[in-house]
Every structure is written in C-alpha cells, then in structure tokens.
C-alpha cells in the first residue's frame, strides 16, 4: 500500500515538473580571451556548445587559411536539473595569427551548429625587451592618459622560458585609486629576441580617484625555477634542484585628467556604454484605477562599478502613489571590462481614472571611446487609466464601456476551466492523504528482527603518534610511512602514493618544503643525516592536529546511556 501510494505520487509530481520546466534551445557560441593581441603571441578561442548531444567535434579547417593551430582541448559538464539533462561542452583552441592587421575568425561548424565570426586585430610585435633572460616580468597600463574615475586597465605579465616548481605573485597597489582584478589568469606563448616564452598574464581594472598623476607600486614575484637542462626528464624532472629567483617590476606612472569643462551633468559618468532600459509587469496600457503595477528602472554602465552608478530620477505624477523597493546593484567584470548595473523597482497605484503621464528621464554620461558628452534617455509615458471594477452585494459587477464580456465556463479550452483544475486538486490531496495514512500505519508496525550492534574492532594507530615518534627519532622511512598513512585515512577514495603526491595537495609553502626535504633524504645516492623535528613543528600546526582533535573530542564524550 505504502509503495503504491509512493510511486503515483511520485509520479504526479515528475508529470507536473515536466509540464512546468520549459526546455532551452541548444546553441553554439564563441569567444576570444584576449583581444587584440601582438604578432607572435597565441590567442585562446573558446566554443561553447550547451543542450547538445554527445560525441560532436568541431572542423576547425577554417582556421588554416590565417591561423596555426597549436593545441585543442575539451570539457564536457553534465548535470540533471529538475529531472532534465543540461550538457555544456567547452573547446579551448590556441591559436597563432600568420599575420598582422585585423583577421577574421570564421564561423566553426560543430555538428548542426556554427558560431559567430569574430573579428581579431593583431598589432605589430613587441619591443624585445627581455634580452636573454629565462624569466622576467612586465606592467603596463592603458589608456594613458584617461579621465578620473574611469577604467584603466593594469596588465601584468610573467614570461619564462624555464620551468617554475613554486612561485607567488604580490599584488598592485596605488594611492588615489581604486584596484579590482579583472576575470582569470590568462595563459598564451610568445615570442621576444627569437626565445619562445610562455606568459602568465593577469589584469586589473584601475580607477583613478583624483587628477594628476597616478603611481602604481612595484609588483614582486618569488618562485624557485627549474632549467630543462639540469632538470632532464621523467622521474629526475621531479627531484631536480631549483633556483630561487626574485623579480620586480618597475613603478608604472600614467596621467588622470579632470572631467572636461563642456560636461555638466549632476554626476561625472566616464564609461564606453550607458543605457536605461524600462521594464513593466504588465501593459501598461490596460491599467485601472486601484490596482497596482510594477515599475522596473535598470541602469546598465560598462566600464563603471555599481557604487559609480548615481540614483535614477524618476518622478511620478500626484494622483499616482509611489512605493520604491530598496535598489539592487551588482558588479561583474571580464577579461577586459567591469560592468556595474544599478535596478529600481517602483510599485505605482492610480488614485483614480483618468490619463497620467511619467515624464522622461534623462542621464548625462561621458563617452570615453569617441570623447564626447552623451545621454541614455527613457520617453515620457502617458498612462491610461480605467474604472475600477466594483462589486455590487447580490449583483453581478457592470461592465465598463467597451470592455468584451466574460468567457462562458464551457466556452473556454478544457485545460482553461476552473472546474478541471479543481477536481484535480481534490485527487492529488486525497492521494496525500493516503500516503499519510499509509506511513504512519507502517510506523506503528514492529520491526521483526534487528541487526545486534556491531562489536567495538582493535583500535587503529594514530597517524599524529606514529609521526611525532618517527620525527623526535630521526627516522626518515619511519616519518613517510606515517605521512603516507595520514594520506590514507584524509583522502580515502584517492590517497597520494608519494610524498610528492601529498605536497602537491598542501597549501602550506613550509610544510611542502619539508616534505620535499624529506623526499630528497630517502632518494638521495649516499645515506645523508635528516632531522625530523622542522617537519614535526610544520605538521603539528597545519596537518596532524585538526585530525587528533577531532579524534580525541570523539574518544572522550561519555556514553549517553551507560550500561
């Protein structure tokens, strides 16, 4: 009875969901990581294939004609969402442009689908300014000079020819700006002096807060470095000896001008767009008096954060009651650009019939791309307003003038008809309430047989102990044995089978390092003396006592019934 009852209802609500979830196209879109690039750098193209079936490959012979393709990688997610496939398929394609100017990325068929074309401009090669250096860093930034309070945009790039085992990059900082990090680490390879180099190139939206000059401190990278000479291949690439290296860029200086004298809007908006978009939750047009409609003000600025954005004027007129919803702001930002969106919902409710009219907001706003003064306008809305319906006790309510009577019940569409929808409401409760009935009577029925409790098993050897003694030992098989075995029980679906393997999965730089001291100790070609207590202080704090803890609180609670 209980299964029963579960598996129709079960199957009422699959029917509902189904009728209710409306499915989403399949589609092919396409874009470019960065844009534009230098002559000799590789650019990333990424196709995105969502709602899809399997197994489609894209043809990239299109891409011959201007580019060299250097390598194709793919990433299929999938996830059911309410009872529905959603399949979204990722190609990343680096590419290498055979010339300069602006090259046009043709249309990639993948399967029935085709992307868009897009449109890449390459600039002429860089300066060689890396000599020959195996490694070095570069800032810039652009444009320069740019009005206070817009974007700039901060690159920073690490070039290396060598291999890095560990490195950290500093963050930029000024005085008199705003700093916000723009999208992912971009990665491409390049060419200076004839050395090719693989470049880490990671951005930052700039917003200058005064006029004059603008200092952006030195950005500082530390990392140990490993030559493919020394480091050779396969199992010595991993046990080679590093260098330590230390680069620094310098101070990069750009100019903030004050806003320009012919601009006299209340508030000072540099962007490279602005536009004011109206929404309404229903017509407009067919509003009676009493009866509320919602009002929705977005203010959508590329290049300008959400705090940047001013409070939209809009006004109304007096016989029309105004209720404002607290504005919601958000900011986003790409590879290239911070997009900030300011929304202003307004609940208005005519007093009474009669025409209304919500004059036009106007926004004055500084286009930084073309340099001139602009404005983001919404029209003046004229708003007709009917009688409200009253209804008369023992009556039926009159209809206005010019309004279409009511459908009869049996006119209308079955699945429109009130009586329907209700019989189906009685039948889903009265499916429920056998349900109910069903399990609570299970509920009352006794268990027929129980599983006895399981006997308490030997107890396992602690990890931290086996380490502590290992360590204050100096025993270095000792100190990987019980490492190996804290692998085990943290990671049991995957446990590391190296100590590399678990240096890999700690973030602590110290800790790392001891494992890596370790490992050497164990490998080395004639027995070395090792001291253990260095790695026992490392993994006393960050590795070793969160799982004591947590393995003491539980051995020491008291029983709750005690036998």
Request: proline letters at 10%.
């Amino acid at each position: 009875m209980v299964t029963r009852a579960r598996a129709i209802g079960l199957l009422l609500s699959l029917l509902l969901l189904a009728g209710a979830t409306a499915s989403r196209a399949a589609q092919l879109t396409s874009s470019l990581e960065r844009n534009p690039i230098h002559a000799g750098e590789s650019v990333r193209l990424v196709l995105e294939l969502t709602r899809a079936p399997g197994g489609l490959n894209p043809d990239l012979s299109p891409l011959e004609a201007d580019f060299q393709i250097l390598h194709t990688s793919v990433n299929t997610q999938v996830e059911f969402v309410q009872g529905r496939q959603s399949a979204v398929t990722l190609w990343h394609i680096e590419l290498t442009p055979k010339r300069e100017g602006l090259l046009e990325v043709p249309s990639i068929p993948v399967g029935r689908f085709r992307s868009e074309p897009l449109t890449l401009k390459v600039l002429p090669p860089r300066p060689d300014a890396a000599g020959s250096a195996d490694i070095f860093l570069e800032a810039e930034i652009a444009p320069d000079p740019a009005y206070v309070q817009a974007q700039m945009r901060y690159v920073l790039r690490l070039l290396r020819a060598v291999d890095v085992v560990d490195g950290t990059l500093t963050e930029p900082g000024a005085n008199n700006a705003v700093l916000r990090r723009l999208g992912h680490d971009i990665s491409y390879t390049t060419t200076r002096n004839g050395q090719s180099y693989r470049v880490l190139e990671r951005r930052y939206a700039v917003f200058p807060q005064a006029s004059g000059e603008l200092t952006i401190a030195p950005v500082e990278f530390q990392g140990e470095v490993v030559d493919a000479a020394q480091a050779g291949s396969g199992l010595s690439r991993l046990f080679a000896r590093g260098r330590r290296v230390r680069l620094r860029t310098a101070e990069v200086r750009a100019t903030a001008l004050p806003p320009p004298a012919e601009f006299t809007g209340p508030a000072w908006l540099p962007a490279k767009s602005l536009q004011l978009i109206e929404e309404w939750s229903s017509d407009p047009r067919t509003l009676r008096a009493g009866e509320p409609v919602t009002r929705t003000l977005r203010l959508e600025a590329l290049g300008l954060s959400a705090e940047q954005l001013p409070e939209i004027p809009a006004t109304v007129d007096d016989d029309v009651k105004e209720y404002r919803d607290q504005p919601i702001t958000r900011t986003t930002a790409d590879v290239d650009w911070v997009q900030g969106v300011r929304e202003q919902r307004i609940a208005l409710v005519p007093t009474g019939p009669g025409t209304y009219t919500l004059p036009e907001i106007r926004i004055d706003w500084w286009d930084t791309e073309r340099n001139v003064r602009r404005q983001a306008t919404l029209p003046a809305r004229v708003l007709e307003v009917a009688a409200g319906v009253r209804a008369t006790p023992g009556a039926p309510p009159s209809a206005a003038p010019g309004d279409t009577p009511a459908p009869s019940p049996l006119a209308l569409p079955l699945w429109q008809r009130p009586a329907l929808w209700q019989a189906a409401c009685a039948v889903l409760l009265a499916l429920w309430l056998v349900t109910l009935a069903a399990w609570r009577r299970a509920r009352r029925t006794p268990r027929a047989t129980r599983k006895p409790p399981r006997a308490p098993g030997p107890a396992k050897p602690r990890p931290a102990a086996s380490l502590r003694r290992a360590c204050l030992a100096d025993d270095p098989r000792a100190a990987r044995a019980a490492l190996l075995a804290w692998a085990a029980h943290t990671w049991p679906e995957n446990p590391p089978r190296s100590l590399m393997g678990l240096a890999e999965r700690l973030p602590d730089t110290r800790l790392r390092a001891e494992l890596v001291v370790l490992d050497r100790t164990l490998y080395a070609a004639e027995p070395t003396p090792w001291r253990g207590e260095p790695l026992w202080q490392e993994a006393r704090r960050d590795l070793v006592r969160p799982a004591t803890e947590a393995v003491q609180a539980r051995d020491d609670l008291p029983a709750l019934y005690p036998r």
